[in-house]
């Protein structure tokens, strides 16, 4: 798992705008962009492949991100539901794109 991507995901809990920019985001593909996009900007490599990692394995994601702080609302609620996003995602010639 992503050094980077833990470390960037522990920054946006602490920032709210950020958050909420992110959580608005609904394609899939625009999020992992812009997922990329702000984390390059604080100097995280986060690559679409962590991102993908992170999703297949949502839970153990959090955990390793959140360490021992309680989980926030959203983020039970995402647990709760069994999924991050409605939409998969993977890889297909080099690209993110959603299954089909």
């Known amino acids: ?3 980077d991507l833990i470390e960037f995901y522990r920054a946006v809990r602490g920032d709210d ?3 909420a920019k992110l959580s608005a985001i609904i394609d899939p593909e625009e999020a992992a962009e812009a997922i990329m996009a702000e ?7 986060v690559s679409a ?3 993908t990692a992170a999703l297949s394995d949502f839970g ?3 955990k390793a991100a959140v360490n021992d702080d309680e989980l926030n ?3 039970l609620e995402l647990v709760a539901a069994g999924s991050m996003c409605r939409t998969r995602l993977h890889f ?3 690209e993110l794109v959603p299954e089909a």
Do not use: P
Request: proline share 0%.
């Open 60 to 62: 153990g994601f959090l």
């Open 39 to 45: 984390a390059r900007a604080r100097n995280f490599a």
């Open 92 to 94: 297909k010639d080099g």
């Open 17 to 19: 705008a950020l958050r």
């Open 49 to 51: 492949e962590d991102i």
């Open 73 to 75: 609302d959203d983020e």
């Open 1 to 3: 798992m992503s050094n």
